[in-house]
């Protein structure tokens, strides 16, 4: 499974959005289609568990979580370190 | 310029701080738990110091150091006390040691150079105050200065020498003369090289075992331009005291960082396994944070206190000064000790391991000497005497 969609399936168990993650384009507010900042722990913890990854933080801001690209790239700027 | 050149470029005396602590607080890391197990000096860390001119970085500018402020220091004492206990401590007695000797040379001219030397060699001070005999009490000798022309022979029984065997430089507390009173005392500089150390006690403590205390029997041979012209009276009220209750409790908040991100690590995994509920431990936690906070405070306060003050003699040895840094002593020792059983209350069996990455073992155990080095009972004694007299704050 690609990253965006470990982070769709994510949405779709956590995220409490009035729609269906597959049906979010990845620029799409996430926090405008439903996700309260309560679920967007959930899908912090829920994401560093299925991706193995801890976010540090200074990534733990409102705009890290607001799309799906924007927690995308935070993923992948921590992968990134590592390698 | 290759990364690893600019980054051996900063880990150097001069060099940004931050970036040396952390790199002393790595290689303490890496040895902290062998340093542990085996209750031997943690050298490799020292040696990390050392070589990163943090060792003479409290010497000031025109003496050849850095200046470093106290507010510095404790920085990297915390830095230290979170990777390993016993290196912090190190640091913070060793610094404690610099100032007391650089703060108060009057116009001694071999001190100076001597101090040049601390700056230019890094140059590892350890000390000894206490003896046995007296009680305890460090404002009190029995040994004292046997002076003879310009030579200068000192035979003191110590208790405890912390890394003496392991120091370039003992300050070494005594009377003036035979003939002086067990409070007039002055403090002897002196060289590792001239001085006989016969060890009379070992050191196989609960925590702390890096520290290397042993106790000895302390036989010195110096020169009279070796006794610091200041009276030990001043030293220990405006230099010794402040100092070096300041760095130990930048230690212990160090200590009390590292548990607690051991406790946050530990409540985080549970999360992750049950996500949407609240994990048990979740609230101490807060508590924790709490109190941490409140230390980080203590730390700010008092060493941000010293550096405004750090010239100003009546403030600096103004009865409620001394109690303040009595009570910092107290507050935050206890402090530790209660904010590392949290957090083994919250990671539970896991942290009561000595292995597993949430072991809160040796940082358990070294907290527990807070309390006890310099007993908080006998300063709380002194303190009872000092608001008898203290007029007002």
């Known amino acids: 499974?690609?990253?965006?969609?470990?982070?769709?399936?994510?949405?779709?168990?956590?995220?409490?959005?009035?729609?269906?993650?597959?049906?979010?384009?990845?620029?799409?507010?996430?926090?405008?289609?439903g996700m309260t900042s309560h679920a967007s722990v959930n899908v912090m913890l829920a994401i560093e568990d299925a991706l193995g990854v801890e976010f540090p933080d200074e990534l733990l801001t409102k705009n890290t979580f607001c799309s799906i690209s924007g927690i995308e790239a935070a993923v992948n700027s921590l992968t990134e370190v590592r390698a | 310029?290759?990364?690893?050149?600019?980054?051996?470029?900063?880990?150097v005396a001069g060099g940004p701080v931050a970036a040396r602590a952390a790199f002393a607080a790595d290689v303490a890391a890496r040895f902290a738990a062998e340093v542990d197990a085996d209750a031997r000096f943690p050298v490799e860390a020292v040696t990390a110091l050392r070589s990163t001119g943090l060792l003479g970085a409290s010497v000031p500018v025109e003496l050849g150091g850095e200046g470093l402020t106290l507010t510095e220091l404790a920085h990297v004492?915390?830095?230290?006390?979170?990777?390993?206990?016993?290196?912090?401590?190190?640091?913070a007695m060793h610094h404690s040691q610099v100032l007391s000797l650089t703060r108060h040379l009057a116009d001694s001219a071999p001190l100076a150079e001597l101090v040049r030397r601390i700056a230019g060699e890094q140059l590892l001070l350890a000390s000894a105050t206490t003896e046995i005999g007296i009680g305890g009490d460090v404002r009190s000798s029995t040994c004292f200065v046997d002076l003879r022309g310009d030579e200068v022979t000192l035979v003191k029984n110590a208790p405890v020498i912390s890394y003496g065997s392991e120091a370039d430089l003992i300050l070494v507390t005594a009377r003036r003369t035979a003939d002086s009173l067990p409070g007039d005392q002055v403090l002897l500089v002196c060289d590792r090289e001239r001085t006989l150390l016969e060890a009379t006690g070992t050191w196989d403590t609960m925590g702390l075992r890096g520290t290397s205390s042993f106790g000895y029997q302390l036989s010195a041979t110096t020169t009279s331009d070796r006794i610091v012209p200041e009276p030990y009276e001043a030293i220990s009220s405006e230099t010794m005291l402040p100092v070096s209750h300041t760095l130990w409790a930048a230690v212990w908040l160090g200590m009390s960082r590292a548990a607690v991100d051991t406790a946050r690590r530990y409540i985080r995994a549970a999360a992750r396994r049950s996500i949407g509920s609240i994990p048990q431990g979740a609230n101490t936690l807060v508590g924790l944070i709490a109190e941490l906070e409140g230390l980080e405070s203590l730390v700010a306060s008092a060493s941000s206190r010293f550096d405004a003050i750090q010239d100003d003699r009546d403030a600096l040895g103004a009865v409620g000064f001394t109690l303040s840094m009595n009570n910092l002593k107290v507050t935050s020792s206890t402090l530790v000790a209660t904010i590392v059983a949290g957090a083994l209350n919250i990671t539970g069996i896991s942290g009561f391991r000595n292995d597993g990455q949430y072991s809160v073992a040796r940082v358990f155990r070294d907290a527990q000497g807070a309390a006890l080095m310099v007993h908080n009972d006998r300063i709380t004694a002194n303190s009872a005497q000092l608001i008898l007299v203290q007029k007002g704050s």
């Open chain 1, 1 to 33: 499974m690609s990253t965006e969609e470990i982070i769709r399936e994510v949405l779709d168990t956590h995220a409490k959005l009035r729609v269906a993650a597959s049906s979010v384009a990845p620029d799409d507010d996430l926090y405008a289609a």
């Open chain 2, 1 to 11: 310029m290759t990364v690893t050149e600019v980054i051996q470029d900063q880990l």
């Open chain 2, 77 to 91: 004492a915390s830095v230290l006390g979170a990777a390993c206990s016993s290196t912090g401590m190190v640091f």
